[in-house]
């Protein structure tokens, strides 16, 4: 029987005990000079190095906690060529198992999610317990002796933070908490376990998952492939902090509620790119004509002194955190970034079989006021959401499915990239100092793969 190392382990979620938000800049790991080449992005033999070496060894979100909330409750998730289960058992405890059934290996549960008090394999009908454990088979006196008590399922290692369900699927890996040092202390502070999933998409894009990644890991092309947000945050990097810690994972600070120095001479733009958020807060845009570099303070003053009476908890908040982006990735594969009413949650999994090929998942996450059921959000085109009613799945081909107009800015130039990544003529990259992060978490990858990490 799997024994406790594989239950879930609850975190506590008690705003009292998170400390505030640390924006101060630490000393970085030192990111030495990367050949960053395109056989990374097309060759089966790097991504079969990356599977045994990577995916294997590093925690990885399988679910939310919020998908079972009842014993019985079950989510599958896929991750490369394997698929997993995920489980509320009848101790409350969740688990985690491979998705194959002992038998003969068949895939055990088919569906994405459902309720059920046991798990049976539509190929034989060997009944599985929650647990694990192997509660029935098909004619058992026909066996020499019979597999119940003796077989099990293959269990994965399972944590629990900020409301996912985290899993490794190595046996041996250290806690969740120390793998996620230090960006776990400072994104609890955004209490994600209280977000609801008002966005909730996969796409197959036609590019390697680190194409994706690689640009969730930089804000160099901000200027060109979102020219709209320099009315609204400030894009430069000379206004940006950029930090790299030890474990492969990073934060990039970007000023917002104020326009970049590009937007300068378009105060019409400006408004009336925050437009929206300063009336939402109770301020005229119109009052900063004239006063632009005054938005920012006032909108973080006014955000905090409203924010109780619109049942929001900004008392956990630095002013910073008010207006300003914060974007995390989380090594390999995660980026979040963190808004004070809610979330974007990015993911690009490594396709099964293709190496020129992966799974975007694309999570928006929103924080209600508190009691509030009744709100209605929309963040995909016809996607709408309440407290109560989390988006449903949306699965497709990039370009079947909206993304957001944000994403879908960023998701142009995914396949254009990959097909540039496969050219003979492309000599490696020539990365700019704004794009260390992704020459840092590249090299991350390389230390796990020549096995001086993990």
């Not at 009908?125 to 006196?141: A, F, I, S």
């Not at 630095?318 to 974007?327: G, I, K, R, S």
Request: hydrophobic share 30%.
């Amino acid at each position: 029987m799997p024994g406790p190392m594989y239950a879930a382990r609850m975190a506590s979620t008690d705003p009292r005990l998170i400390p505030l938000l640390d924006t101060s800049k630490r000393p970085e790991p030192k990111v030495l000079p990367h050949p960053l080449g395109g056989e990374r992005y097309t060759s089966r033999d790097f991504m079969e190095r990356e599977w045994e070496r990577v995916w294997t060894r590093v925690w990885q979100i399988g679910c939310l906690e919020s998908e079972l909330t009842e014993t019985g409750d079950f989510v599958t998730h896929e991750i490369g060529r394997e698929s997993l289960i995920f489980a509320r058992h009848t101790n409350g405890e969740i688990r985690g198992f491979y998705n194959v059934c002992q038998h003969r290996g068949n895939r055990l549960v088919p569906e994405e999610r459902g309720r059920s008090g046991a798990f049976v394999c539509p190929y034989h009908g060997w009944v599985w317990q929650t647990d694990g454990e192997l509660r029935k088979v098909q004619d058992e006196e026909d066996f020499p002796e019979s597999p119940c008590g003796r077989l099990s399922l293959t269990p994965v290692r399972v944590e629990t933070w900020a409301g996912f369900v985290w899993f490794n699927l190595d046996p041996d890996a250290g806690p969740l908490m120390e793998f996620l040092d230090p960006v776990a202390r400072q994104m609890d502070t955004y209490r994600m376990q209280d977000m609801v999933r008002t966005g909730y998409t996969t796409v197959e894009v036609d590019c390697n998952w680190k194409v994706i990644q690689d640009n969730f890991s930089e804000s160099y092309h901000i200027p060109t492939v979102h020219p709209g947000l320099k009315y609204f945050l400030d894009d430069t990097y000379q206004s940006t902090q950029f930090d790299l810690y030890e474990r492969g994972h990073t934060r990039m600070i970007m000023v917002g509620g104020g326009p970049s120095e590009r937007a300068h001479g378009n105060e019409e733009l400006i408004l009336r790119g925050l437009r929206e958020e300063l009336e939402g807060w109770g301020l005229d845009p119109e009052s900063f004509r004239g006063r632009l570099g005054d938005m920012r303070a006032e909108l973080q003053r006014q955000k905090r002194k409203l924010s109780g009476e619109r049942g929001y908890d900004f008392s956990h908040y630095v002013d910073e955190q008010l207006t300003d982006h914060l974007h995390y990735t989380v090594f390999p594969n995660l980026a979040f970034s963190m808004k004070p009413e809610g979330c974007i949650f990015l993911r690009p999994n490594p396709h099964p079989t293709d190496p020129e090929k992966c799974l975007f998942d694309c999570w928006y996450f929103t924080l209600f006021p508190e009691g509030d059921d009744t709100s209605r959000v929309q963040q995909t085109d016809g996607v709408w959401s309440t407290s109560r009613e989390p988006a449903a799945h949306s699965k497709g081909l990039l370009g079947e499915v909206p993304l957001g107009a944000g994403i879908s800015e960023d998701a142009s130039v995914f396949i254009s990239q990959q097909q540039g990544l496969r050219s003979r003529a492309f000599g490696g990259a020539t990365l700019a100092g704004q794009e260390r992060r992704i020459a840092y978490y590249h090299q991350v990858i390389d230390e796990y793969l020549d096995g001086s990490r993990g």
